[in-house]
Structures are given as C-alpha cells and as structure tokens.
C-alpha cells in the first residue's frame, strides 16, 4: 500500500497539500435503499426513448450532461436488472458486443487514449455501466483516478458535449438501433 505522500507525489492523484485519510464509519446493517430500487418508480424505468443518445430493443444509451469529458455516456439494459446476476442468459450473451460497440463509438469521437469502464451500482439500481474516454495525453486521468478528477474539472461547453453524444448515436445507429441524441 503506497504511503500517503507516495499518492500525492503521484501525478494521477488530484490532490496535493496537507491531506488526512478518513478513519471507517461503523458497517450500516442494513444498508439504506438505492434510489430507484422499485421498478414501479425506477427513474430510468420512466424515462422514454427519447431522453435517451440511442436505444435498441434491449439497450439504451444515457448521455452524461452537464458533463466534464466530450463522450460519457452510461450503458442501461432497456428493462429493469440490478445487475448481472439478475439478466437472462441471451441478455447477458449481448453485454460484452455492446461494450466493445460503446467503446468503439467512443474511440470514433478522435484524441481518445483509452475508455475506461466502470460498473458500481451503489448509485441509481437500474443497471448501468459507465464509459469514460480519457482525453489524449491527458496522463494524470489515467486509471481509477479519473471519477475523482471529473469532480474538480469545469464542464465542457454545451455545445461540444451535444456533438459528441451525436457522433456516438449516429456511430452506433450505423450497425442497429435508433439514434435520439
Ligand atoms: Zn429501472
């Protein structure tokens, strides 16, 4: 385990300065509900095709705006599952495709390094993974570090963060589905 002075001498971590690590809270047992946990008033649930950058039968695709990065976007299953554990085999069978398709039209955006993606569910209970595309040359947003980073980035202009959402929906739309965005 690094020390504390190895992490802020470390360019990926974002903080510099005099910092302290928090002690643990005690364990909550059980644990509070995640919003969204009904399906009857599960938020993504609700929403229709349209909020939404691109969509298929099983799919959609959710634009991050306001957002820090041109191109983050979230991967839901279009009905309800908290997770992998809770998808039918044939659903599951689709993930690792859309990943690389989501992936792929990321990368189409241009000076994209890497997409980093991430699956939590501590959020919202609708399933959902993360795409992140890491600007190129931007070394300090490498890795995990990268969520935490886009807390203390401005966002980027309206303008830019639509365009990117609509070169995704149209990149993905070329090989199936509908584009929104
Ligand atoms: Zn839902």
């Known amino acids: 385990m690094p ?4 992490l802020i001498a470390d360019s990926w971590f974002p903080f510099a300065g005099d910092i302290t690590v928090k002690p643990f809270d005690p364990p909550v047992i059980p644990e509070p509900d995640r919003g969204g ?37 979230l991967l839901e299953t279009r009905n309800h599952h908290d997770s992998f554990a809770d998808m039918r085999p044939d659903l599951l069978a689709e ?13 189409g955006l241009g000076d994209i390094a890497r997409v980093h993606v991430n699956r939590w569910g501590d959020g919202g209970a609708h399933f959902h993974l993360w795409f992140m595309p890491r600007p190129l040359g931007m070394l300090q947003l490498r890795g995990s570090m990268l969520p935490m980073w886009l807390d203390l980035m401005p966002d980027v202009s309206p303008d ?7 070169g995704i929906a149209s990149t993905l739309a070329a090989d199936g589905g509908t584009a929104h965005a």
């Open 95 to 107: 993930i690792g495709p859309m990943i690389a398709r989501v992936e792929k039209a990321l990368l």
């Open 37 to 73: 946990l009904d399906p009857a008033t599960c938020w993504s649930c609700q929403r229709p095709d349209a909020d939404y950058v691109w969509t298929d039968a099983n799919w959609r695709l959710n634009g991050m705006l306001p957002t820090q990065l041109r191109g983050i976007v």
């Open 160 to 166: 830019d963060a639509a365009a990117a959402l609509r």
């Open 3 to 6: 020390t504390l002075d190895e």
